[in-house]
């Protein structure tokens, strides 16, 4: 193997200073970091021609200025190139931006070294995902084989005479939605999991939500960013922004939809959804009805699960909570038993949680609270004997497992098909046992803070199922409340809210995310 330099630096500088002139390079791609090209190592250009364009031409030798040398890196080239959705930092172009420190970018690749980084970049950013950070490469692939306008045209002409029989998407809704009310509407809360069946990638591009028929009235639609922020993909959450909408060959897409409508419209019966792709390089659009589902059931109404005021609905029922999102493999079955969850967080009224040392459990106003039936009902789990955690972000008494993640809990029969679940309640405070039958307002135990759990607060949720976690989660109406006020985050502390001067009564709802609320006497 031999390494011929057939340039000299006088005709390198020339040719940087033509104002036509492009910076590319013509290395090989390696088969991973470190790893060498297809017919061996490396040329240095592969890692580091760009950085010594900077290093050496820019900032050492002033042939060209800093602005010239990333033009004619970036955005001369995709002109020339005749690629309109790349090469500058603009809304709605593709983001693939470097990060770099202008005085300590150096090239290090040698040829009995051709692997080695440069200095000086702290991040590379593909199609808006992080592949590079401080030298690290995340795991992030989101790059895309780019193609001229020659081989687009090419396809286009193939595709628009191929015929596509019918959508390669397959559109599965695990839990029909139920409606129930909130915050004086009517909401159909639930999620459509979108799997690309075919052999080439698609751009899911809109979800519209209709009524029964797809001839009927649109009742939603998500597209763009809205759709992007509502679609989540499975395996793969590092995916940020519009990068979550290109679905790969036999890869899911989750979309999780909150449909609202007025409080005196009936819902409807059904449900049907258009979805729209790109399919491909081309870009071809493909509008399809996919997803019909019956909608039915009313929400199981129940008593309030705690007594008194100032209790917070931290992560409650909102489109983007973390309950919401999660999803759980139990027995090889994915479910979102958290669907509707609510961590219930007594406030103090100056928006403290707590009095005196944090670390203390005894200091929490929710600490010590009784947790209450919801319902008459039979005791179908109970658990007890787990340590209290001291609080904070971190701690925990004992390993977190499927056995111990609710800390001390109980789980209560509704009937029907419906278990209400008590989680992280104080060691020794459980007051029943499995079989118990129980009566709505009587006392299950006492909050606390154990297992999952970093500060007292009584996890709440319904589910269909008699687990804590594998269980899918219903929706459920209190009979009544009153809102105190609303915390518009969760990060201060104290929780920043305003009390409002009336509170707002509120019959047969649900309450929503980051509402305080007063309970009634059960």
């Known amino acids: 193997m031999a390494v011929y330099h057939m340039m000299s630096e006088a005709d390198i500088e020339t040719a940087l200073t033509f104002p036509w002139t492009s910076i590319g390079s013509d290395a090989g791609s390696a088969l991973g970091p470190g790893q060498p090209d297809a017919i061996g190592l490396p040329h240095p250009r592969a890692y580091g021609n760009f950085p010594r364009v900077i290093a050496r031409y820019v900032r050492e030798r002033h042939v060209l200025s800093l602005a010239e040398a990333i033009r004619k890196m970036t955005s001369w080239p995709a002109m020339r190139m005749r690629l309109s959705d790349r090469g500058l930092i603009r809304e709605g172009l593709w983001a693939d931006a470097v990060v770099f420190d202008y005085d300590t970018i150096q090239d290090r690749s040698t ?3 051709p692997n080695t980084y440069p200095d000086g970049i702290d991040w590379v950013l593909v199609n808006g995902e992080v592949a590079i950070d401080h030298g690290r490469h995340t795991g992030v692939r989101s790059g895309r084989v780019i193609y001229g306008p020659g081989r687009r045209i090419a396809q286009q002409e193939a595709e628009a005479s191929r015929p596509i029989l019918s959508a390669p998407i397959d559109v599965a809704i695990p839990k029909p939605p139920t409606p129930f009310a909130a915050n004086g509407q009517r909401h159909l809360v639930y999620e459509l999991n979108v799997t690309n069946t075919g052999a080439e990638d698609f751009l899911l591009d809109g979800v519209t939500v209709l009524a029964g028929e797809a001839s009927e009235p649109a009742l939603a639609g998500y597209k763009g960013d809205m759709l992007a922020a509502a679609v989540a993909r499975p395996g793969a959450p590092a995916l940020r922004g519009a990068a979550k909408l290109n679905i790969g060959a036999g890869q899911r897409a989750t979309v999780y939809l909150w449909v609202s409508i007025a409080a005196a419209v009936a ?9 729209t792709l790109r399919l491909g390089e081309t870009q071809r659009v493909l509008i399809t009805n996919a997803g019909r589902v019956a909608v039915s059931g009313t929400p199981r109404v129940i008593g309030p699960p705690l007594r008194g005021a100032g209790w917070l609905a931290a992560n409650g029922p909102s489109n983007s909570s973390g309950h919401r999102r999660t999803v759980i493999s139990v027995d090889g079955v994915a479910r979102i038993p958290q669907r509707f969850a609510i961590d219930w967080i007594q406030l103090r009224p100056d928006g403290r949680r707590y009095q005196g040392d944090p670390k203390n459990n005894k200091n929490y106003r929710a600490y010590g609270n009784d947790a209450l039936a919801v319902s008459d009902g039979i005791v179908s789990a109970a658990k007890d004997g787990i340590p209290e955690n001291v ?43 499995l079989g118990d039958k129980v009566r709505r307002g009587q006392v299950l135990g006492l909050v606390g803070n154990s297992g999952n759990s970093t500060e007292p607060h009584l996890h709440f949720h319904l589910g269909d199922a008699n687990s804590p976690l594998g269980t899918e989660g219903l929706p459920y109406a209190l009979s009544a409340f009153e809102v105190e ?30 509402v305080v609320v007063r309970f009634p006497e059960p």
């Open 485 to 514: 006020g609303r915390v518009p985050s969760l990060e201060a502390d104290p929780l920043a809210w305003t009390p409002l001067a009336t509170a707002e009564p509120h019959k047969a709802e649900m309450p929503l995310a980051n």
């Open 267 to 275: 819902a409807p019966r059904a449900l049907q959804h258009r979805l």
């Open 391 to 433: 609080p904070g972000a971190t701690s925990r008494a004992v390993p977190i497992t499927m056995e111990t993640i609710g800390g001390n809990h109980v789980i209560v029969n509704l009937g029907d098909g419906v278990y209400a679940f008590y989680a992280h309640l104080q060691p020794g405070s459980i007051k029943v046992k």
């Open 111 to 113: 040829y009995e070294q």
